[in-house]
Each structure stands twice: as C-alpha cells, then as structure tokens.
C-alpha cells in the first residue's frame, strides 16, 4: 500500500470515528416534540376549532344563565333565550379564566426556558433528579386529591374552581417532570415505542382538559350567582315597571299593587306597580318586585302580547304627589 493510500484511509477512519462520537454525545429524541404536534393534527382533523370553540362558548354561557335566574326560582329553560343570549352571558363567565390561563401559560414558558438553561449547563448535577422527585411528589398528592374530589366531599369542594384546578395542576406537573427526567437529564436512547408516547400525551391532555372545563363550568356558574346577588343590591337604581293589562292578572308579591281602572275608555283595565323589568327574551318578559328577598321574593314571567303594556318611569317618579293619579289609567 502506498503512501497516500494509507494516508486518505486513516483520515476517512477519523471521520467515521468523530462522527460516531459526535452523534453518541448528542441528547437522545424522546420522541415528545413529534408526539405532541401529531396529537394536534390528529385532533384538529377530528374536532373542527371553530365548532369546538363555539360549543364551549354556547355552554358556558347557558351555565351561567341558569344559575343567574336560578338565583331567582326560575328555571332559564322556560325563557326561551336564543343562541346569541348564552354566547353573550359566555364572555362575562370566560374573560377572567381567559386572562388568568394566558398569564400562567406565558411565566411557565419562561420558566422552562430558564430551567433548561440552567439544567444544560450542569445536566450532571444530582439536585436536578432530586428535585424532580419532589416536584413528581407534589404533583402525584395534588392529582390524588383533585381526583378524590370527584367522587367525594373534600376541603377543595368548599372553593370555586379549587378543587379541578389542584387535579389539573397536578398532571401538569407529573407530566412535566417525566419531561424533564426524560429529555433533558437521560442522555441514553429512550426505549418507549412513539405509540405510548402519543397515548401520554393524549392522557396528558384529556386530564388536563377536562379539568379545566370542569374549572371554567364552577367560575361560571359562580359568576352568574354573584351577577344576580349584584342585581337585587342595585334594584332602587333601576326605573320602575308599571304594567297594564286587559285582565286582573293576580300578582300576589311584597311590595306590589294591583289597581283597578273602571273607566269605560281605558285600553287596560288593570295597572301593576311595584315592578322592575330583569329580562325580555323572545317573547317573554321577566320581572321581580323591587323589595324582592331570598326569603319571600317572586318572579313573574308574563307573554308579550297586546294585553300587555309596560311603562317605564324613574324610580322617583313614582313617589311623587299625584302619581297615583297620573299612572292610574292607559287612555285608549
């Protein structure tokens, strides 16, 4: 053998040699950053976002009505409220949750690109895997103890939204420090087929789906209670209803007059003071006296119709000599 064919032999050999090396030394593909990008497709090929979206919004906002008028006696079902009602109540009961789950996503971001850092600048420091244990400890309690709040009465039931957010929480974390223990401090090559992967963050994401739905399902309904319990704080603020009516229409509620109009020319024969207007939806009218209470408050649910006409005066109005007079009757 010459010598130029002994020297391009040894350097191919050193290139093979460095190329192996370089490629043992490089962290091992767990397969999670292809894994999660499939699930997404898979997914959005079978749920179509804008549908998803606005299913959501239209639950949401029917929570948040029935456990308004819940508040009420009345059963939301009964008012007949259109799609683009509940649409509307969704946003009062997923701004907040919206904010809130924008703001976490965006520091855990970062947190984890400072993690990262740190951990790839000293990937052999044993803190780093006793610290993931602890961390594998307090996500284990908190998805035990939001999983037991399902099936039983626990100290996380007593707070809005506690008890799935400690369950969500707590899956996040698991999943995040097997992440971590995975990819970041294990440079062998990983064995977990991608199949299992894909399953785990599938897992991963109906947990912590749910999870949320069931938190934004509790904010929303709490929302509508306190929506409602702010309604009668303000009742004195808002006009006063009078309603007039062809027939007597036995309103029997605290604070509420019936008073009868016998002239021959009136168009209604009956006037309702006393009043205040909640809702019109469709052809249905809502209304509450104005000392309504927990305790002994009604809610009148009228048809409209022509039988029926509403007036609208400042509450003020109402208290003034001669009112009586002036309101008695609805001339033809």
């Excluded at 036995?250 to 604070?255: E, M, Q």
Aim: charged share 15%.
């Amino acid at each position: 053998m010459t010598e130029v064919e002994a020297d391009v032999n040894g350097q191919a050999a050193a290139t093979a040699t460095g190329q192996s090396s370089a490629s043992s030394s490089e962290p091992a593909d767990t397969g999670a950053p292809s894994a999660l990008p499939r699930l997404a497709r898979l997914v959005g090929a079978a749920v179509a976002p804008t549908t998803a979206v606005t299913a959501l919004l239209f639950y949401f906002g029917w929570s948040h009505a029935y456990y308004f008028f819940e508040y009420f006696g009345v059963h939301s079902t009964t008012l007949g409220l259109t799609t683009s009602d509940y649409l509307m109540r969704s946003q009062d009961g997923l701004f907040v949750p919206a904010v809130v789950l924008a703001i976490a996503g965006l520091i855990a971001f970062r947190a984890h690109h400072f993690l990262r850092r740190r951990i790839d600048a000293d990937p052999a420091n044993p803190r780093w895997r006793r610290a993931s244990w602890v961390v594998t400890a307090i996500g284990g309690a908190a998805t035990a103890a939001g999983a037991l709040s399902i099936v039983v009465e626990t100290p996380l039931n007593q707070r809005v939204a506690a008890a799935p957010l400690t369950l969500a929480i707590g899956v996040l974390l698991l999943a995040y420090t097997a992440y971590v223990r995975r990819s970041l401090l294990t440079r062998a090559d990983a064995t977990s087929p991608r199949g299992l992967t894909l399953a785990e963050w599938a897992t991963i994401f109906v947990l912590v789906g749910l999870s949320m739905f069931w938190a934004a399902n509790d904010y929303s309904a709490a929302v509508g209670r306190s929506r409602a319990a702010q309604f009668v704080a303000e009742l004195p603020t808002y006009p006063s209803t009078i309603v007039y009516s062809e027939k007597s229409l036995n309103i029997a509620a605290p604070g509420v007059r019936q008073i009868h109009c016998p002239a021959s020319d009136a168009a209604y024969g009956y006037r309702y003071d006393g009043l205040k207007l909640m809702l019109q939806s469709g052809n249905q009218l809502v209304l509450i006296p104005t000392e309504w209470t927990r305790r002994d408050g009604v809610a009148v649910v009228l048809p409209r119709s022509g039988a029926i006409r509403l007036q609208f005066v400042p509450t003020a109005g109402l208290g003034g000599a001669g009112a009586d007079e002036k309101y008695a009757c609805s001339p033809a």
